[in-house]
């Protein structure tokens, strides 16, 4: 039996089973069925192949909608609370993926008024920094520009805060209790934000005037802001906002507590070679106690983190995955040499995407939306 | 022993002890000693005289930065759910008094949000257009053009909202509870909305990029909300602001229930001397059962409200109020010719408010304040 484990956009404990989070939410698993039916459209994502991106909220019902002609909106986001780090750009690209592949508006929200009001230390003067600067890794993942807009909640306030109020009228403390785990010691700013999180999903028909679907790809740590949001929709006549579901990244730390420091544990998008060398290097991972041990018994990458790395996004190729599996189970590869290799992919991912969050500085009032 | 009264913005049910009140809620009252320094700056107005205006917080700190050279900023306002009344216009008559008095700015908030979030059948739509009807209201009162700032919160929220969250930030839901009596069941807008009331205090301050004093007028229904205010605003680096109290204008009804519905126990600004007559005419009065017994016995001012029209409104010279309460207590005049006096001095002042109310249409725009 699993450990017990709590998963809400605000607190992640225990060892998370995630087919049973599918049946806490409510949410649908994406089936074999879904998956055949997605690649009419295009490549399925190796986040969908692996079930990484592996639960969902009516996304049939957008692909019934996209089939009528009737084109949805993506809406995504990110608490700016410091620099972004590889975990986070996995739903990015995922995000990405899923815009090429319908070629569809997506609206990112910047939560710098969340952070705020969650965390003790950020001021806004911070929060509202860090939502510029993680806009610049937002669009270094190649987001299209004209149908991208990046907004941060204080700066598209004017026009969120009459859809947010509407929201919050249909939303008790109760439920924010029973949903957030929050208790009366939360502080009044953070027990409204809910609201603000819903307002996105309704942005574009708010713009058209009239009912647009809503796409929200997302950790499924983010599930219970649209749990919320989807209940209050149609009162507000809207539709409910759909959702897909991403898995929490694992860090380099794999589920065990190292003695190093957490922060050694994270790669963040501007680390350089040298950094992220290091920092792979003292990883966890499925070795076994000595080099001996390891190449006679193998190793066991489904606790490696290094693997894991690969497997949620480095190594999108399923071959040369399930190679790399089969080398490390049977002891033919060590985890020098598999750490090494990703070390060098993830150098190279982060050189071009480097770059790109370089010019991102030239083209960034392009994707920023304001009232 | 006084009948058990509740006083809080959201409700007000019982007989109201006002001297309780001010121990309960912990302000001063208004003594003798700080109207005769009032009385420097100039006339005492009536409802200090009568100690309708009757309670405060820091009224004199107020007065001694102003000694200094430091002038304060009003700040009063109004939740726009509908027409306003007479009552409505009693604490505003009193701001006016303190504007041209101290010469000083006037921010006058609309909290179209709070009304839209605290009553079920009201739209923003309702809710804003009653903002723009009341804001008539207030210019017809006469404050001064280029030192008064009437805003909406939807329509200057893209100003206010950093602040709100920032003190929003230090209010949690269990002050929440205490301050207001909210249970859980209360929705997360109309929980977060102090933190929005509380943003006029410091808008000058904002603005002025430094501290300047604020002085609110206000019934003593409304003091919850700005003791929250109080107790954040020196962790947001801005003054505590002052408060100055009025006692809350009693009804037609007097505090006894009558039959005759609530509407045509309020006087509305818009109402027709035919109307005004008829209602004054249906009023509670402290008259005797009958004639005979009123001209053998007198009647009771005390608990007329008839006689409380003139007092806290319509008849500001001492001398007049004194000698018609003579006249009720011996049995000198009757209700009739007594409503009959009033009406005729409420119609007087419609008239000419009407008149201003209608010019306010012009100069809407003068007065309004938006991001």
Redesign the interface.
Known sequence: MAEDFTVTPYQVTGEIDYDELVERFGTKKIDNALLRRLSKYGEIHHMLRRKIVYSHRDFDWILNEYDKGNKFVLYTGRGPSGPVHIGHLMPWAFTKYLQDLFDVKLYFQMTD?EK??FYDKLS?DDTRKWGYENALDVIAMGFKKGKTKIFLD?EL??TM??L???A???????T??AVFG???????????F??IQSVPAFLESYFQKKKVPCLIPCGIDQDPHFRITRDIAEGLDYYKPALIHAKLMPSLMGSEKMSTSKGDMTIWTTDSPKTVKRKIGNAFTGGAVSVEEQKKHGGKPEICSVFNYNQYFFLPDDKALDDLMQKCRSGAIMCGECKAALAERVIEFLQRHQERREKAKDILEDFMLR?
Do not use: E, L, W
Request: hydrophobic letters at 40%; aromatic letters at 18%.
């Open positions: 008024d705020f009001m806004m204080t306030i004017k805060y009459p947010a109020i509407r919050a009228k249909k939303i008790n403390f109760s924010v209790k929050f208790d009366n010691s939360y502080n009044i700013g953070s027990i409204f809910t609201s009232d």
